[in-house]
């Protein structure tokens, strides 16, 4: 007979909570740092950006951080 155990889900999934709460909460700053009124935008639109940051993920948001704005 085969028992499975769910101490390494649980643990996956332990593990895990903290990496999804912190892609949450940037995926939270960058929504309110993009519609700051002085924040700009490289291509000027940023409803193009708040799709990137929702749709692409982890990805999308790096991407705003790192080649979107415009200091």
Do not use: F, Q
């Amino acid at each position: 007979m085969l028992v499975h155990s769910s101490i390494p889900n649980t643990t996956l999934l332990l593990a895990l909570v903290p990496l999804v709460l912190i892609d949450l909460g940037m995926v939270i700053y960058c929504i309110i740092d993009l519609y700051k009124p002085e924040r700009r935008v490289r291509g000027g639109n940023k409803t193009v950006w708040l799709l990137v940051i929702l749709v692409i993920g982890t990805i999308g948001w790096l991407a705003y951080l790192l080649a979107g704005r415009e200091d």
